[in-house]
């Protein structure tokens, strides 16, 4: 009896201690939430519940958060082919910015956004001819406690009179949630069916083929052009004089501390070093922990420019959000970035190989990154900082860039047949610039035609551009057809009547023996319909002339045989360079016979037939139509987009310094005149390249002293070894006597 009365007490004491142990550890965790949910972050990726996130967000009602994860839940089945409807896009891909309203607040970054949207190629004024749409209600920074958050953003988005539950919407977020949770989820409004281009975005929250994770970009960031990676042709040496750094905050508790906290375990003051500071928030000195003093004192003796530069890896710990400022700085400094930001769906991770221009670790294994950084060899790394600069430079030095990528993906999703494979997203010049619409072979592309082996165009047609009514057998545009006609590798002649005048008849243009010779009367006689992408145009190489220039038989072969070895490059005769004017703090076009140059003319020049596409079609269209309203610069214009599709020069053969004839050009009315030789046609030059500088955002064109001359030419061996003759006489008359 005695027995059964211990046994029952020893079970009723037993749990009775379950009861306080579980109940203890339950308001443990309730008191110590922030720490286990920082742990669970950090495991996040070897967990299959889709709903680690929801009770991190204490800031909120319980009301609130059951509804935030019923939205979730619903919001989480959206993908493409449920929550989007293409038959809106069935013509075109076109997006519509909707009006901003009297009275609504716009940060500087989400007007940078919008501007970028409305110079781009898809936009429309016209919502029924819209794909897709913008609000212009700025939803960039959905922090409570930022001077930039916009109240009432729900009803202001429900009132959006096409808005739809969110249909073919995109969502425009930079910072979601506040402290002390920072919630992902946390945005002040139902997002309903539609996308979210969002910065610090979690894994686990990421629609996969829906939303677009994109990078944390500052209010100062570029809006065009931006500034280029900071290598350049500085390859070497390999090795810099640092091997790992960071400088940032410390936070001492809370969200994305714990891997900032932990830095100091691998700094080791000589190739690794790791700042952190604990001088920011009005009370960090309440908080302040007894590293803080020496921690700060460390801090202030480095600049971290010069840490970023002389770095050969940079870590990008998660801050409060999983991104940072620190991602972006590390590309463009060619600072291989170590990512330390455990569940972070990196930015455009859908096109993107961030395994070739990055180190991805884990939170976890803090104390492994020397190691793993210090086995990386020199041809990796060489690899590696490389390719830092081909996406800083092609898909996030600009604001424009950030956008236009973003929109890029989703017309590949909406018109799928068009989409570009990863080696195009991955391989210069990506895919900004790879127009889908052109051609399904990469063999098409002047990129790819000696890196991937393919053979270059064998043959060229010629496009001379007509702008006089005289035409006779002794013309310079008669001569110049029988010129070209006896070239062996010609397969067309193209003549653009660019002239208000009937055509001659067939009587009165030269013969070309077996060569087609074809006229063609523009529909808008332009100057830029020079660079039309005729139907008649078959060949890749195509040679730019203007009716006057003189080019012998040997100077066009010898061209088009150095276009072959440059395929996507202008190789052609006249040179011109730019300048930087200080007195004037703006850019300068000249003439004068130098030693270097940075365009060649179009007048007397070879270029990849792509190059015509891209000026129809890739450029804004009010450059296009302002070399028209100029009557000039068309040839500059041509410069600017190749070399900024390149970032090389042009190549520049032989020694021709000339290249149109001494008689005067004509009007359509056949009146003499000499518009290219006076002040105001070198003026109108002087002001397209300030304008194209401004709006390609810098300056593309690069400065070459490469010059290319046919071998033997001007040695004193027998004639029959000379390939081309002729053009030691052409050059015999430039030499001064």
Not at 161 to 186: C, K, M
Not at 609 to 633: G, M, T, W
Request: glycine share 4%; net charge positive.
């Amino acid at each position: 009896m005695q027995a059964k009365k211990r046994y029952i007490l020893v079970t009723f004491s037993g749990v009775l201690l379950l009861l306080f142990y579980y109940g203890g550890l339950h308001m443990l965790n309730s008191v110590n939430r922030p720490n286990v949910d920082s742990k669970l972050s950090s495991l996040q990726s070897f967990m299959d519940t889709d709903d680690v996130h929801y009770d991190r967000d204490l800031h909120i009602s319980p009301r609130q958060r059951r509804e935030a994860r019923t939205n979730l839940y619903k919001n989480r089945k959206c993908r493409m082919e449920t929550c989007f409807d293409f038959s809106l896009c069935k013509n075109d891909f076109k997006v519509y910015v909707y009006p901003t309203q009297e009275g609504n607040k716009v940060s500087e970054a989400y007007d940078k956004i919008l501007s970028a949207i409305r110079e781009s190629r898809f936009y429309t004024s016209d919502p029924k001819k819209a794909c897709l749409f913008i609000p212009s209600i700025d939803t960039l920074d959905r922090d409570h406690l930022s001077p930039d958050y916009v109240k009432n953003a729900q009803s202001k988005i429900q009132s959006l009179p096409l808005w739809n539950n969110g249909q073919n919407h995109l969502i425009f977020v930079l910072y979601s949630g506040t402290w002390p949770e920072y919630s992902d989820l946390d945005l002040g409004f139902e997002l309903g069916q539609a996308m979210l281009a969002k910065a610090s975005t979690t894994s686990i929250n990421f629609r996969p083929g829906f939303d677009i994770s994109i990078p944390l970009f500052s209010k100062d960031h570029a809006q065009k052009g931006g500034s280029r990676g900071d290598l350049q042709t500085n390859n070497f040496p390999v090795a810099r004089k640092y091997l790992l750094v960071f400088k940032g905050k410390r936070y001492l508790s809370g969200i994305g501390s714990e891997t900032r906290n932990a830095l100091y375990h691998i700094h080791n003051g000589q190739d690794i070093i790791l700042l952190t500071t604990c001088k920011h928030g009005k009370s960090w000195e309440k908080n302040a922990d007894s590293r803080c003093e020496q921690d700060n004192a460390e801090f202030d003796r480095y600049d971290f420019h010069i840490l970023l530069h002389n770095s050969t890896f940079c870590l990008v710990p998660r801050g409060r959000r999983l991104g940072s400022f620190r991602f972006l700085e590390s590309l463009q400094a060619a600072c291989i970035p170590v990512l330390l930001s455990n569940g972070w769906e990196l930015p455009f991770s859908e096109v993107i190989d961030w395994n070739r221009a990055s180190i991805i670790g884990d939170e976890r294994l803090l104390l492994q990154i020397p190691s793993i950084v210090r086995t990386v060899s020199n041809d990796e790394i060489l690899s590696l900082r490389q390719q830092t600069q081909f996406l800083w430079e092609t898909y996030f030095s600009s604001v424009d860039k950030i956008v236009m990528t973003t929109l890029e993906i989703i017309q590949e999703r909406v018109h799928k047949h068009n989409a570009r494979n990863n080696f195009v997203w991955n391989q210069p010049p990506g895919a900004l610039i790879m127009m889908p619409d052109y051609s399904d072979s990469l063999s098409s592309f002047p990129f790819f035609t000696l890196s991937l082996g393919f053979k270059p165009s064998t043959t060229f047609t010629a496009v001379i551009l007509a702008t006089s009514p005289i035409l006779i057998q002794t013309s310079p545009i008669a001569k110049l057809i029988r010129n070209v006609a006896k070239s062996a590798y010609v397969s067309h002649i193209l003549v653009l009547w660019n002239v208000d005048r009937p055509l001659p008849s067939k009587s009165k243009w030269p013969s070309t023996d077996n060569v087609p010779l074809t006229i063609i009367e523009p529909e808008k006689k332009t100057i830029s319909s020079r660079f039309i992408a005729h139907s008649q145009i078959l060949t890749d190489a195509v040679l730019s002339l203007d009716e006057d220039a003189i080019l012998t038989t040997d100077e066009v072969d010898f061209a088009f045989s150095v276009w072959q070895f440059f395929p996507d490059r202008l190789v052609g005769y006249p040179s011109r360079s730019h300048f930087w004017n200080e007195v004037k703090s703006k850019w300068g076009y000249t003439s004068k016979w130098t030693n270097d140059y940075s365009m060649v003319l179009t007048g007397a020049a070879f270029y990849h037939r792509y190059y015509s596409y891209l000026f129809s079609e890739y450029l804004p269209a009010k450059l296009r139509n302002r070399v028209d309203d100029l009557n000039n610069c068309e040839d500059i214009l041509m410069n600017f987009l190749v070399s900024h599709v390149t970032k090389l020069p042009p190549i520049k053969v032989t020694q021709k310094k000339q290249y149109k004839e001494t008689m005067q050009p004509t009007t359509s009315s056949g009146k003499a005149t000499s518009d290219w030789l006076e002040p105001q046609h070198f003026a109108d030059r002087q002001l397209c390249m300030n304008e194209f500088a401004s709006n390609f955002g810098y300056m593309p064109l690069v400065r070459s002293q490469m010059r290319l001359d046919p071998v033997l030419y001007k040695d004193s061996v027998s004639n029959f070894r000379k390939k081309y003759k002729q053009i030691e006489l052409v050059d015999a008359k430039l030499r001064p006597s």
